[in-house]
Each structure stands twice: as structure tokens, then as C-alpha cells.
């Protein structure tokens, strides 16, 4: 089974711009999660999805939002970009996103912003 | 609320000694599930194991073992004999029953160094 993928890798992008980063989950699976890892801030939850709906949000501003298609793919767009967004987004997949599926990671998408 | 603590921020060992990383968890919950991560350089994190509350038998796959311990609220991750290709960051993470994916806890993770 070919694992969660991630596009592009890297990304280099300047500050104002917008930016939308894909993720495919596992075959199968249904909840798809994305989470930002900074040096400073260890890995933090930005939002899951589950057939095509948000159910959870973490706490980032309204410039992070995110979709799920009917395929279960999904987005994240960050609009306005500032140097602080720079991070590793890592996307993960899970079955059903229940506490007890474990959850896949992709390699992540490397964004800095210039 | 629930806490991950990994106290170790980091560890350098020579290759072929044993390592222990340490994972505390907090949670009010009676059933929950504790994972253990790998993250290698590339930055992808690999699912190592997964246990739930109600199981704590220990847990052995090669040179990987693991230890829960409810009484101490602990779920420790250690490599016999490390080699190099086991450096990498290593997060400890917890999932609360009832709960979906957005709401897993991580810790702020382990940098394992193993040396030549």
C-alpha cells in the first residue's frame, strides 16, 4: 500500500503570498490530519478533516485553512504569508481518525518564507 | 487536559550502547493509547508502536523494546544496542478515548544521537 504523499516537498515562497500544499492519505483512510513543526514549537495541530468535513481546529489564525475532497485528498492554503510560517507542515492519515487509529505521517511539505 | 513529557530533549550515545527515552504522560481518562514516532533527518514521522491503556505487557521487536507502567504513568522506549541509522528526533504521543485525531498529544520529542 503506497504511503501518505506529500507536494510539492519544498517550497520557497515571499512574504504576502498565499500558499497551498496537497496531501494524499492511505488508501482507504478517511481522516486526514495536518500539523506545523517548528524548531521552537514542537509539532502543532492545525486542523483534521474527515469526509470532506473539519472537525477539530487548532489554535492558528483564519489565514490557515484547509479542504478535503471526496477522494479523501486535501489541501491546506495559508494566505498572507509571514516569516514566522515557516515550518515543516506534515500531513497525516488515519482510518477513521478515532483516539485508537494510528495515524500515518507523510513527509511533509518544507515551506520558507521569505 | 492531557500532558506529554518527554524530559530528554537530548541523548548522544556510541553505537552498540543501550538507550532508554522517556515518556511521561497525564490524563484524568481511564482509557487512552500512547504511540511512540521515529523521525528520522528526511522529516517523515514513522509509526513505531501503539499501545492502549489496558495492555500493559511490555512489548519487544528487535532491538526495540518498550515499557508501560500505569502506576507511574510512563511508557518508555528503549534500543539495545543502537546503531547510527537510529539517530533521529523520537515523539511520544497520547490519544484520549472518544476523542479523534486533531485531539492527540505529542511531546516536544527526543534528539537521539548515536555516534560511530
Known amino acids: 500500500k503506497a504511503g501518505v504523499t506529500q507536494t510539492p516537498r519544498y517550497l520557497i515562497k515571499t512574504r504576502g503570498q498565499q500558499v497551498t500544499l496537497s496531501c494524499s492519505p492511505i488508501?482507504?483512510?478517511?481522516?486526514v490530519s495536518w500539523y506545523q513543526q517548528t524548531p521552537g514549537q514542537g509539532l502543532q495541530f492545525l486542523f483534521e478533516?474527515?469526509?470532506?468535513?473539519?472537525?477539530n481546529k487548532g489554535n492558528f489564525p483564519g489565514r490557515f485553512s484547509g479542504r478535503q475532497f471526496s477522494n479523501s485528498r486535501s489541501e491546506m492554503n495559508v494566505s498572507t504569508l509571514e516569516l514566522g510560517d515557516s515550518a515543516l507542515y506534515l500531513c497525516?492519515?488515519?482510518?477513521?481518525?478515532?483516539?485508537?487509529?494510528?495515524?500515518?505521517f507523510g513527509p511533509g511539505t518544507r515551506l520558507t518564507v521569505l | 487536559a492531557q500532558k506529554v513529557t518527554q524530559a530528554q530533549t537530548e541523548i548522544s550515545v556510541v553505537e552498540k550502547e543501550d538507550v532508554t527515552l522517556d515518556c511521561v504522560y497525564e490524563?484524568?481518562?481511564?482509557?487512552?493509547?500512547l504511540f511512540w514516532y521515529k523521525q528520522p533527518p528526511s522529516g517523515e514521522l514513522v509509526f513505531l508502536i501503539r499501545?492502549?491503556?489496558?495492555?500493559?505487557q511490555n512489548e519487544i521487536s528487535g532491538r526495540y523494546s518498550w515499557n508501560f507502567q500505569k502506576s507511574t504513568s510512563s511508557f518508555n522506549f528503549t534500543i539495545t544496542a543502537s546503531q547510527v541509522v537510529d539517530s533521529a528526533v523520537y515523539f511520544c504521543?497520547?490519544?484520549?478515548?472518544?476523542?479523534?485525531?486533531?485531539?492527540?498529544?505529542f511531546g516536544d520529542g527526543t534528539t537521539l544521537t548515536v555516534k560511530p
Open positions: 499501545r492502549n491503556s489496558f495492555d500493559e
Open positions: 488508501s482507504g483512510h478517511r481522516s
Open positions: 478533516y474527515f469526509s470532506e468535513t473539519q472537525r
Open positions: 490524563t484524568r481518562d481511564t482509557t487512552y493509547y
Open positions: 504521543a497520547l490519544s484520549v478515548f472518544n476523542t479523534n485525531a486533531g485531539k492527540s498529544t
Open positions: 497525516a492519515s488515519s482510518l477513521g481518525g478515532t483516539a485508537m487509529d494510528t495515524q500515518y
